[in-house]
């Protein structure tokens, strides 16, 4: 698929690594499917262990991943670093990765592509489109914060997974949809979740 079908439709990539927080990835697709955007979707080998793992996901099935939402969802062979969204010709408005790994990150931070969520990464700085991180690890060590200031200085974006609490959550998916939602924001993809401090504030 050279160009998106709709000249104004947005499109996303989308990377899934093998970092917990599969419920994050899952959610982000189902967001952007929602919000018509077309979605190109590569998952390195662990992150397909990680949908196994935590939410018993053993096939990259559309309509699971997307919710039921009428989509354009793509799934990329995690290995294929010939894919489309690993040209930096591929035209789209963003690439998020989540969740993201400490590997991944490290790989991306020194220009190592060894799969297509890394390559594509790579070309998405590269292009100066909008890189996304949704790393998962705690603690972290020197050598994390040293990868995050590099890919950060080549013009990436970190949002570590670290879903506030000031908006009352009483549910796992409220959390998820807090951090969810927010990664939408830094994509500027617009969406409905309630998420926002000052409508809860006004709300009160
Ligand atoms: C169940 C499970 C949970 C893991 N959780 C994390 C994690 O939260 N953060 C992380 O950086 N690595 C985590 N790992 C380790 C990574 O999967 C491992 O470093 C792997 O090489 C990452 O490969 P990828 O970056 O190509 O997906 C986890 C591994 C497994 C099997």
């Not at 010939?82 to 790989?107: E, R």
Request: aromatic share 4%.
């Amino acid at each position: 698929m050279a160009e998106s079908s709709h000249p104004n439709q947005r499109r996303i990539v989308v990377g899934i690594t093998g970092a917990s927080g599969a419920a994050y990835a899952v959610r982000v697709v189902e967001l952007l499917a929602a919000a018509d955007v077309e979605v190109h979707l590569a998952c390195s080998d662990l992150g397909k262990r990680l949908l196994i793992e935590e939410l018993g996901i053993k096939r990259l099935d559309p309509e699971r991943l997307t919710g039921g939402y009428p989509h354009r969802l793509v799934i990329h062979p995690g290995n294929d670093v010939g894919a489309a969204c690993a040209s930096g010709s591929f035209q789209h408005d963003g690439m998020v990765i989540v969740p993201c790994s400490s590997n991944t990150l490290s790989k991306i931070a020194h220009g190592l592509s060894d799969n297509l969520v890394q390559r594509a990464a790579q070309v998405t700085l590269k292009e100066r489109r909008p890189l996304v991180i949704a790393h998962r690890e705690s603690p972290i060590g020197l050598i994390e914060i040293d990868s995050m200031r590099r890919v950060v200085e080549a013009g990436g974006i970190v949002a570590p997974l670290s879903p506030g609490f000031y908006l009352e959550p009483t549910t796992i998916d409220d959390l998820v949809d807090f951090m969810a939602g927010r990664l939408l924001d830094v994509l500027r993809i617009p969406h409905t979740l309630d998420i926002r401090w000052d409508e809860h504030l006004e709300n009160r």
